[in-house]
């Protein structure tokens, strides 16, 4: 009784172990499938990871290009603008001109001043007992150059006082800027409290916006009435902040250090060059110096220079040698920052 059960507990523990066999053949493929199946899933989620993150690389490089393309045209374009303001600066029309100088008075009228200009000196001329071959010279003088040297003298000194003021109300708008305010307003600020020739050039700008016209749009435009490189600067860095975005504030306090330093190394050329103006200045007042010495030794030995025709073509041809003379050394002493 006790062989048979022992026979039976056998077969019963050999037929579990069988079906317990055959069922893990069974779960093992599916566990097998199953952990290849999440393999697969992982190398997928992998890749579509690895494919977004190259997505993303090629978006933002695509971006960076887009952008950096849209500088290079930007650019380009302000190098056009800058270089018709350039023409504006160094041969501007005479209408131009009378703006530059900050006068308000119209060409028609600038003309008949000249006229009269030339004629008055002229008469002077005439009444001093100059010869008749001087009075053609005299009218030329006072018609075409007295009256543009005044222009070119009213214009040049315009610009040294824009520039005088133009970095601190650059700083003004910098602190305007940080302190939360917009352009506009800063802008505003600067036309209704800076000193003269700021506050007109500055007044024009919002003259401008209120007519329709963008803030870049009017600061480029800053250089037609104000012939100097530093207005043309200011007009670039307001366009390409405006196009290409960026710290305003940052890029404006750059530039007031940049015009600050520019008027140092003026400052500094024109100290070293005053050895030259000074040599200069005695060349060219030696012949008038010596002449009138003579005239107060000799004044027999001298006078024919006045009173005869060749004495008079002498002294033109000296004038003129003298003056390209004296046009050299200035252009010799004369140094662009």
């Keep these: 009784m006790f062989g048979f059960d022992g026979t039976v507990l056998a077969f019963v523990v050999l037929a579990g172990v069988s079906a317990g066999a055959v ?39 695509a971006e960076a290009a887009k952008r950096r393309k849209s500088v ?11 270089k ?7 041969k ?7 703006r530059q100088a900050g006068m308000s008075v119209t060409l028609e009228r600038f003309y008949l001043y000249s006229a009269v200009c030339g004629l008055l000196m002229t008469f002077l001329a005439y009444f001093a007992g100059a010869p008749l071959l001087v ?7 006072g018609t075409l150059g007295l009256p543009r040297w005044f222009v070119s ?11 005088n003021e133009f970095p601190n109300a650059l700083d003004i708008i910098v602190r305007a800027v940080k302190s939360g305010l917009p352009l506009n307003d800063a802008i505003r600020l600067i036309a209704n409290e800076s000193p003269e020739p700021v506050k007109t050039e500055f007044r024009r700008i919002v003259d401008s916006q209120q007519m329709g016209l963008s803030i870049p749009d009017a600061t480029m435009r800053m250089s037609e009435t104000m012939p100097c490189a530093e207005a043309g600067f200011f007009g670039i860095v307001i366009q ?34 005053m050895e030259a103006k000074a040599s200069a200045v005695i060349i060219g007042a030696l012949p008038f110096v010596v002449a009138f010495l003579v005239y107060l030794t000799s004044p027999n030995y001298i006078m024919p220079l006045f009173t005869t025709n060749v004495g008079n073509l002498i002294l033109g041809c000296s004038g003129v040698w003298m003056m390209i003379g ?3 050394m200035r252009k010799m002493m004369n140094f662009e920052v």
């Excluded at 290079?72 to 800058?82: A, G, I, N, T, V």
């Design 240 to 273: 390409i902040q405006s196009q290409a975005g960026g710290n305003l504030s940052e890029a404006l306090g750059n530039l007031s250090r940049v015009l600050r330093d520019r008027k140092k190394m003026k400052a500094k050329v024109q100290a070293l060059s």
């Design 23 to 61: 069922a893990y053949a069974f779960l093992f493929t599916r566990m097998n499938n199953e952990k290849q199946a999440d393999k697969r899933l992982q190398t997928i989620k992998a890749a579509e990871t690895d494919r977004s993150v190259v997505k993303a690389s090629r978006d933002r490089v």
């Design 84 to 90: 018709s303001n350039q023409n504006m600066v160094k």
């Design 72 to 82: 290079q045209d930007s650019l380009k374009q302000l190098e056009e603008k800058q």
């Design 326 to 328: 004296i046009l050299v």
């Design 135 to 141: 009075l053609p010279g005299a009218l030329l003088a």
């Design 92 to 98: 501007p029309p005479l209408r131009a001109q009378l």
């Design 153 to 163: 003298f009213c214009r040049n000194r315009r610009v040294k006082a824009f520039l």
